[in-house]
């Protein structure tokens, strides 16, 4: 390896660039090193990239979402070897502490959400992985880099989002936003045959994709319905048995407990830039449970099974790819929703 690697970097203030960075070195024993093979840029990059991530360092190399293979690894890593092909899970945990053996990962006291947040990530030709034994999950030989690509983050949240539901087959289901979270949350939603899959996005890129995959049973544009009224009418008048917030939008929360029937369950997987209104006394009688909170990427190898046994699918989401060279215009593209971007994928630098 060369002493430099090209990496996304976080310079604050709403600045990213593709620049130098030194390969990324064993710094404790429990650490890996991979050769990134595929990655993404997720909303929660334009997060950091707009401020609204306080946690966030600058100068980081952002990427939280990609595979590779293990170059080297520290002399206490037990479970991965060199060679090995691995996708990385969104956070890092030391497995041990009260709230990792309790599964709440994303509150580990040793870690959380860290790469490409507070350590460097995954937009990068290397990252070094903490805790790589918590850290990593084995990519079979019979799964593709690009169908193992998404498992630590966005299908690991659905995953959690749809396990947090407390779903029933008999359900009514609303899924607010369409976007890559939202279809990896109608996928894993999808596991428990919920009766009635309503989704909401104002894209009809994305409710067509989402019908084509058959995610959902319904699909309801903002722009052209009154969405209330029209879940009142496809639930007798009753509101949705479940509801899902993915679209983190600058009324979704208000529409999320809107359309709940009394007595459901209300999960938010959004990540919101603003501070949100929880109007009680509007609310009151409608004895709403709220389910909130970050991902924990404690079933990755669940997830890896069901992408095996091919009951998941993600790889319709990729819309683009490019090499790592071009990753400002995939920032461009995929900010600003041309060109029907669900996913870039960021594919090895291209050295001339």
Request: charged share 25%.
């Amino acid at each position: 390896m060369g002493e430099t690697m090209k990496a996304v970097v976080y310079k604050g203030n709403g600045i990213v660039c593709l620049e130098d960075r030194p390969i990324p070195v064993i710094e404790k024993e429990t650490d890996a090193i991979v050769r990134v093979t595929r990655s993404t840029i997720c909303s929660s990059d334009l997060h950091i990239k707009h401020g609204a991530v306080p946690r966030a360092k600058e100068n980081t190399v952002l990427g939280h979402e990609f595979v590779g293979e293990i170059v080297e690894v520290g002399r206490k890593v037990k479970h991965f070897f060199v060679g090995d092909r691995v996708s990385v899970n969104v956070e890092t945990f030391c497995g041990e502490c009260f709230f990792c053996k309790q599964g709440y990962v994303n509150n580990c006291i040793h870690g959380g959400w860290e790469l490409g947040c507070r350590i460097d990530g995954g937009q990068a030709e290397y990252a070094r992985i903490p805790m790589a034994d918590q850290g990593l999950t084995k990519i079979p030989d019979d799964v593709t880099d690009e169908e193992a690509l998404f498992n630590g983050d966005i299908l690991a949240t659905g995953y959690w989002a749809a396990s947090i539901g407390e779903l029933k087959p008999a359900d009514t289901v609303v899924v607010l936003g369409a976007g890559p979270t939202g279809l990896c949350t109608l996928m894993s939603i999808k596991l428990y045959s919920p009766a009635t899959v309503i989704v909401v996005d104002t894209s009809t890129d994305r409710l067509n994709l989402a019908k084509e995959q058959g995610l959902a049973d319904v699909c309801l544009n903002p722009l052209e319905v009154d969405i209330e009224e029209e879940i009142l009418k496809l639930t007798q008048g009753r509101g949705a048995d479940r509801v899902f917030e993915v679209a983190g939008g600058e009324n979704t929360f208000q529409l999320a407990w809107k359309v709940a029937r009394p007595n459901a369950i209300v999960v938010l997987v959004a990540l919101y830039e603003k501070e949100q209104t929880l109007p009680l006394h509007q609310m009151y009688g409608k004895n709403l449970v709220f389910k909130t909170g970050g991902v924990d990427a404690n079933s990755c190898e669940a997830i890896m099974k069901m992408v095996q046994c091919k009951k998941i699918d993600t790889t319709c989401l990729i819309t683009h790819r490019g090499p790592l060279n071009d990753v400002m215009e995939g920032y461009r593209i995929f900010e600003n929703r041309l060109d029907g971007c669900i996913k870039w994928v960021i594919t090895p630098f291209e050295h001339n």
